[in-house]
Each structure stands twice: as structure tokens, then as C-alpha cells.
């Protein structure tokens, strides 16, 4: 397939077109996957017979965006999801995040504990990251590439256990890291305030790291704790694993004061830790209602067990008396939790009426509609139950983050791209809708915090090289032609929290692979999408011996890990309880 784009702005990381005012505009043929030519405009029209043409009426045209933390392993093949995506200009997702996805194994875990995260896979059923990849070949208008998820490798070695893994089991759990990176996986990714991620210990993480710096690699991680005041002890534990390890760190969705996540990037360049970072442009978060109000020593069993569980009077008496004071101390929420918490995705039928509400507003009316008196916990604990825990919520925070804050973290030289977004849900975050088209309208036009070729590093450049996503991220002749028309001055987001769905505007043509996916913004139905498989290590990182056996016990097993049976009706087998920095120990 041959395409002429014809007068754009060529804009992309390096700076070609200036920030596209008073650019000269340019011609960009596309012959197969790749751009073969670009030349003034006018210039390239005669050169090729009959390509099939769009006229780019003075539009940038950019590299591709990445988004470098996202959930849509499963929701990607779902045509709105694939338009939600194109009308923000993202042509390539990375998924695996969080610790938790479908390979290796046969999704059975993701499936059910993140079931209102990433939802069910429609067709994987096992096969390993290479069948997980090969799925996406030729079935999606989006690339999608894939990190390890290290609790899923331990799901897949030690069940549901809360110990510290045997050298045997650590050693499986190595083998299936190397595996999914032999099969093109982009490196790894941990979830540490998620089961089982929680109970995995430093050591284990930087045993599990070592093969991933082995083939120059990608080491992320949702740090344990939970970011904001508490970042600064999840980073300590990252630079513990990149250290002991010699891995590439990558900190997912850094959410924190601007000052203090300067000041943490710093200390970690500073301590030779090569590292980079994701975060959307957004304040409040989102994920299942589970992990923040619930002990992982309860949500890392069955659903059927929690849900037996959560029905228990007796059981829910001693989460009242024991664990939920401790939530008032969470760095995050705090003593407000039930009016900061809002509904996002509720399974069960019987509470359709609640999405979009708090915990505290669904109590109130919970209480009206049965004349029967429920506070936030009662409420919380009967949804979550209805629903078999497949509940999603967005987040608030105690004190919001202004846009000139949101600002100043997405302007660091470190930042990447990433909605970390969750299309689960009637009234989901609006991130998952916005974050890349807000990248734009808020730190380029409104806070003038980048010009558009610094944009386009945040969003494509970066990412690529991070992660080694292939001859992408640059507006070349021989790049391949993932590419999109932005209109540098209706670019904007429309969902927002009270709307959550609505579509990016200011991008309505976008191609993939040399092919238009996305015309006069809307989908072409052409699906030439593939999985990326990571790119060949450095030889001089490939060369390295493994890192494994040069860890020390000096690492040491990390200050967050609970090591408890998990078992609630046995007592003084495990205790609940969170350090004062709102961490279950």
C-alpha cells in the first residue's frame, strides 16, 4: 500500500518543523510499513502513481504515541476501546503492568483478581507470552507489547502462598521470567501493594530482575506503599533491586508532591540507578475497591473464599475492630476514605444505581432505598460481595495536585507517557479516554510547560527507547509509519470526572503500520496491529553473566512484607495491622 500525506508539519522529538509555527510544511510518502520519503510539499506528488492520498491541511504529523502503562491486555480487541485509544493518537500499548496479566499460565489469576482491572481474555487460554503476543498479530488497529508479570510468576509456582519462596521455587520462577523475555516480552513488571506481590521479599524481586538486565531489559514496578509521602521508601527498595541486580528501573504512575518526585529521580541518578518514569495527567487514581480497603492476606485467597468471608458477621466484626481503623492512616486516602473513594465499575446488577457515587453517598442511599441504617464499611463490604470483588473505584486524593503540579512532574527529562488507563466500568476514570490528548492541552498550551517536539519525546520518543519498540518513535524516512495528524490547536481531552467517556478531539487521522486506521475520526475497521516483540539486547548487556549469584542477604527480605499464613479464623496467626505509613505488615 502505497499513501501520500500531504502539507504537514513534521514534528517529533528531535525537533524537525520547529514547534510548527511558521514550519514549512512537508510531503510523507509511505510505501509498505515504512516512510520512504519526505520532501517539501508539492514535490512528491508526481513521484509515485496514485497513491492513496490525505491531505494533511497543515496539521502536525507525529510520531505514533506509546502508552507505556496500560490495561487493556484483554479490552484491546474491542473496537470502542480501539477508537477511544486512536482518538488520542496512541498506536502502541504496553500491558503486563502491575504484576498481574494472563501469561504466563493460563490467565486463571488475572481472569478473577484483576477481573475489574483488565477484565477476562476472550481467546487466551495459555500458551506463554509468545501465544499472548501472536494473539495480537493482524487482530487489532493497535500494537501491543508485553512486560512479565512477576505475581503472576508467582501464582504460577507457589499458588496463593503469603511465604517467601524456597531456592527451588525461586528458581522456577526465574526460568518462567527468562522464558517470557526469550518470547519477546519487554521486561518485568511488579505490583507490590497487590497480592501476591506484597508477600514477595526484595531478594526475590532482585532474583527475578537479574535475567531481565541480562538481555538489557525493562525492571517496573508499582512500588509498595503507596507513592505520595510513602515514595520515597518504595524507591529505596527499587534502587536495592537495581542495584543488586544491575536492571533498568521504570517507576509506574509516580504520583507524589513534584518536589519530592525530583528529589527521588535525583537520589537515584545519583546512586548510578538508570531510571525513567510514567504518570498521567491526572490527580486521583484508580483501581479495585479491594486492594485499599481490604488486608492481602484475605484478597490473595479465592474469591469464592473472600466473598464467603466478607459475608461472614463474625468475619466482618473483626475487619471492623481490627483492620479498617488502620485505613484512616493511608498516606493516600485517610480518615475521609468512604468520601474519596467513588464507584467506578460495580459487577452486580443490584447496584447499577451506584456507579459515579461515593462510598459515603452510596451509604445514604443504600440506607434510604431499604430504610435500613448502612455505613461506608457495611455498604463497601455488601457491593463487594454482590459483585464476587469485581469492583473497580477511582481514587481522590487528601490534597489535590493543582495542573501547575502536574505540570512540573510531566516536564522531567525522565518522564514517559502513560494513561495507566482502565476501560472497565460505566463510570470509569477519564483518563483511560483522555490522558494523552490532556498531555497536550495541558502542558503544551495551557501551562506551557513543553513545546510540541518535548511533547512528543513524553509520548513516543521515550517510550520506544525504553523499551525497545523497534524503528518507532521518529518522524524518518525508514522509520515505520506508525503516525498521527494532530491539529495542534483542537487537540484536547473531553471525558472528565463527571463524564467519563468522552473521546479525544483534535486527532482524527491516524495510521499504523503505513495503514489508516483512523479516518475523518473514525475507525477504518483495518486491523494491522501486532504484537511487539522486544528488540535484541545490547550485546554488551547480553554478554553479562547472570546476576543471580552475586545477590547478598544484604538486600534484605524488605520492611513491607508480611510473611503470615493469611488465615483469619485461626487467631494469632496473623495480624492485621499497617505500619503508620498506611502499608499492610
Not at 576 to 582: C, F, T, V, Y
Request: with cysteine; proline share 5%; charged share 20%.
Amino acid at each position: 500500500m502505497t499513501v501520500l500525506i500531504r502539507n504537514v508539519i513534521v514534528v517529533d522529538a528531535d525537533g524537525v518543523g520547529a514547534d510548527g509555527v511558521g514550519a514549512d510544511a512537508s510531503d510523507v510518502l509511505i510505501e509498505g510499513d515504512r516512510i520512504a520519503r519526505i520532501a517539501p510539499t508539492g514535490t512528491l506528488a508526481a513521484a509515485r502513481a496514485d497513491p492513496s492520498v490525505i491531505d494533511g491541511l497543515g496539521r502536525l504529523l507525529m510520531p505514533g504515541f506509546v502508552d507505556a502503562h496500560a490495561h487493556v491486555d484483554a479490552a484491546l480487541f474491542e473496537p470502542e476501546v480501539q477508537l477511544a485509544l486512536l482518538r488520542q493518537g496512541v498506536t502502541t500499548v504496553i500491558g503486563g503492568q502491575d504484576g498481574v496479566s494472563y501469561a504466563p499460565g493460563t490467565g486463571e489469576y488475572a481472569d478473577e483478581y484483576f477481573a475489574a482491572i483488565n477484565g477476562r481474555h476472550p481467546s487466551y487460554r495459555g500458551g506463554g507470552v509468545a501465544a499472548l503476543l501472536a494473539g495480537y498479530d493482524g487482530t487489532t488497529a493497535v500494537n501491543a507489547g508485553y512486560l512479565v508479570p512477576a505475581g503472576t510468576v508467582r501464582f504460577e509456582v507457589m499458588g496463593r502462598s503469603t511465604d517467601a519462596a524456597t531456592a527451588a521455587e525461586l528458581a522456577r520462577m526465574r526460568t518462567l521470567v527468562a522464558d517470557g523475555l526469550a518470547a519477546g516480552a519487554l521486561g518485568l513488571s511488579t505490583g507490590l501493594d497487590y497480592a501476591p506481590g506484597v508477600f514477595a521479599s526484595t531478594d526475590e524481586l532482585a532474583a527475578l530482575a537479574a535475567p531481565v538486565a541480562d538481555v538489557d531489559g525493562v525492571y517496573v514496578s508499582h512500588l509498595r506503599g503507596g507513592y505520595e509521602a510513602n515514595s520515597a521508601e518504595g524507591i529505596t527498595e527499587m534502587a536495592s533491586i537495581a542495584r543488586a541486580s544491575g536492571v533498568r528501573v521504570h517507576v509506574s504512575h509516580f504520583h507524589a508532591e513534584p518536589r519530592l518526585v525530583h528529589g527521588l529521580l535525583a537520589e537515584l541518578a545519583s546512586s548510578g540507578v538508570d531510571a525513567t518514569f510514567d504518570a498521567y495527567p491526572y490527580t486521583r487514581g484508580c483501581s479495585i475497591l479491594a486492594m485499599p480497603i481490604l488486608p492481602a492476606s484475605l484478597t490473595v485467597r479465592p474469591a469464592a473464599e473472600v466473598v464467603a468471608a466478607l459475608a461472614d458477621p463474625a468475619v466482618r466484626e473483626r475487619l471492623r475492630r481490627e483492620w479498617f481503623p488502620t485505613i484512616t492512616g493511608y498516606a493516600s486516602l485517610g480518615p475521609e476514605w468512604p468520601s474519596m473513594l467513588t464507584l467506578a465499575h460495580v459487577a452486580a446488577p443490584g447496584y447499577d444505581w451506584a456507579h459515579g457515587l461515593t462510598l459515603a453517598q452510596g451509604a445514604a442511599e443504600a440506607s434510604a432505598r431499604s430504610g435500613v441504617g448502612i455505613d461506608p464499611i457495611g455498604f463497601a463490604l455488601d457491593v463487594l460481595v454482590a459483585s464476587r470483588l469485581d469492583v473497580n473505584v477511582v481514587m481522590a486524593l487528601q490534597h489535590e495536585r493543582s495542573d501547575a503540579g502536574l505540570a512540573e512532574i510531566l516536564a522531567h527529562p525522565a518522564a514517559i507517557g502513560g494513561s495507566d488507563g482502565i476501560f472497565i466500568g460505566r463510570h470509569p476514570h477519564p483518563r483511560a479516554r483522555g490522558s494523552f490528548s490532556r498531555y497536550f492541552s495541558l502542558l503544551v498550551r495551557e501551562q506551557a510547560a513543553l513545546g510540541w517536539a518535548d511533547a512528543s519525546a513524553l509520548v513516543s520518543a521515550r517510550a520506544v527507547t525504553r523499551f525497545g519498540l523497534g524503528d518507532r518513535g521518529l518522524v524518518r524516512e525508514g522509520a515505520i509509519a506508525d503516525l498521527v495528524l494532530v491539529d495542534p490547536a483542537a487537540v484536547r481531552e473531553t471525558a472528565t470526572y463527571e463524564a467519563p467517556l468522552g473521546l479525544g478531539a483534535g486527532i482524527d487521522d491516524v495510521l499504523v503500520a503505513g495503514v489508516p486506521v483512523l479516518t475523518a475520526g473514525e475507525l477504518t475497521g483495518a486491523t494491522p496491529g501486532r504484537g511487539i516483540r522486544r528488540r535484541a539486547a545490547h550485546p554488551s548487556r547480553a554478554a553479562h553473566p547472570s546476576r543471580f549469584a552475586h545477590l547478598s542477604r544484604e538486600v534484605g527480605s524488605g520492611p513491607l512484607v508480611s510473611h503470615g499464613t493469611g488465615d483469619i479464623d485461626g487467631p494469632g496467626r496473623h495480624e492485621w495491622s499497617r505500619a503508620a505509613d498506611g502499608t499492610e505488615r
